[in-house]
Nanobody, 120 residues
Framework: QVQLVESGGGLVQPGGSLRLSCAPS????????MGWYRQAPGKERELVAT???????MYGDSLKGRLTISRDNAKNTVYLQMNSLKPEDTAVYYC??????????????WGQGTLVTVSS
């Protein structure tokens, strides 16, 4: 059984920063794309940023210029550094990863989500 374990969400004031992290639990064979999506109340889930194991990144439009995605491949961990946060960034942030378990095909996994609230 593999789960994506997220951490780092919480309450932050406007203009503040947060760093999210995510790593799979359990034994995996390979890990390709990892990234983050978010879903605000009443809105559809949207791309924040993704990164391949080779370092190729893709960013959504919402936080562009205010975030950095990075990975530590040795730790199978993806990080999302968000800066200059705005109240409209309030959302549940979901980790996403395409990985392969031993003897299994590649599959896309989702974390349970971590709530980020930007408010004074």
């Amino acid at each position: 059984q593999v789960q994506l374990v997220e951490s780092g969400g919480g309450l932050v004031q406007p203009g503040g920063s947060l760093r999210l992290s995510c790593a799979p639990s359990g034994i995996i064979f390979s890990l390709n794309v990892m990234g983050w999506y978010r879903q605000a109340p009443g809105k559809e889930r949207e791309l924040v940023a993704t990164m391949t194991s080779g370092g190729i990144t893709m960013y959504g439009d919402s936080l562009k210029g205010r975030l950095t995605i990075s990975r530590d491949n040795a730790k199978n961990t993806v990080y999302l550094q968000m800066n200059s946060l705005k109240p409209e960034d309030t959302a549940v942030y979901y980790c996403n990863a395409e990985l392969q378990r031993i003897g299994r095909p590649k599959w896309t996994y989702w974390g349970q989500g971590t709530l980020v609230t930007v408010s004074s």
